[in-house]
Antibody, heavy 126, light 107 residues
Framework: QLQLQESGPGLVKPSETLSLTCTVS??????????WGWIRQPPGKGPEWIGS???????YYNPSLKSRVTISVDTSKNQFSLKLSSVTAADTAVYYC??????????????????WGLGTLVTVSS | DIQMTQSPSSLSASVGDRVTITCRAS??????LNWYQQKPGKAPKLLIY???SLQSGVPSRFSGSGSGTDFTLTISSLQPEDFATYYC?????????FGQGTRLEIK
């Protein structure tokens, strides 16, 4: 059974960089059928996709966050990571990592998040 | 960005009821539409992908339909464990976007 687990500080000061790691177990991060994504959810609000990475290192980001986001992958550790710089209180949220399955039926017909971590609350406060 | 609008925002229903939740995209997304269920303090759980494909392990009382801009999630006979918040999400373009959610409550 695939499992994802987020880890990192639960409290970050304003203007500093939020850093989280997602460890994947029960499967390889190097599969050609998946991207690996970060999604956040502010308290009481809907989810917001941050960005995703392929095992090769190819990334795509939410344009609203792109200038502050870096997602990287370490296939030797079966992990991928998120860095979000210059954080403010608006970045306070539960951060989830998730597997993004690619739907291939002759051609790519979309994708979906089929496995999620438990989530970790990150609070931005001095 | 493609905006996803769900209706209603909240809904009260009873065990055994048939419930339909609607999701509308701000532009055509073909069938690149997924549905998730979220319970308090838990991660979202995938129910339906590609508008109408049931994720493995999800009960058959859940079904999805639609194409283009208008989509529906139907629960044929509500069970106690179905009371939760439901989100739609498009995978047609970047950024991936979610609806604001529909909270399904016990009447």
């Amino acid at each position: 059974q695939l499992q994802l687990q987020e880890s990192g500080p639960g409290l970050v000061k304003p203007s500093e960089t939020l850093s989280l790691t997602c460890t994947v177990s029960g499967g390889s991060i190097s599969s050609s059928s998946y991207y690996w994504g970060w999604i956040r959810q502010p308290p009481g609000k809907g989810p917001e996709w941050i960005g995703s990475i392929y095992y090769s290192g190819s990334t795509y980001y939410n344009p609203s966050l792109k200038s502050r986001v870096t997602i990287s992958v370490d296939t030797s550790k079966n992990q991928f990571s998120l860095k979000l710089s210059s954080v403010t209180a608006a970045d306070t949220a539960v951060y989830y990592c998730a597997r993004e399955a690619l739907l291939w039926v002759g051609e790519l017909l979309g994708d979906y998040f089929d496995y999620w971590g438990l989530g970790t609350l990150v609070t931005v406060s001095s | 960005d493609i905006q996803m609008t769900q209706s209603p925002s909240s809904l009260s229903a009873s065990v055994g009821d048939r419930v339909t939740i609607t999701c509308r995209a701000s532009q055509s997304i073909s069938n690149y539409l997924n549905w998730y269920q979220q319970k308090p303090g838990k991660a979202p759980k995938l129910l339906i992908y590609a508008a109408s494909s049931l994720q493995s392990g999800v009960p058959s009382r859940f079904s999805g339909s639609g194409s283009g801009t208008d989509f529906t999630l139907t629960i044929s006979s509500l069970q106690p464990e179905d009371f939760a918040t439901y989100y739609c999400q498009q995978s047609y373009s970047t950024p991936r976007t979610f609806g604001q959610g529909t909270r399904l409550e016990i009447k």
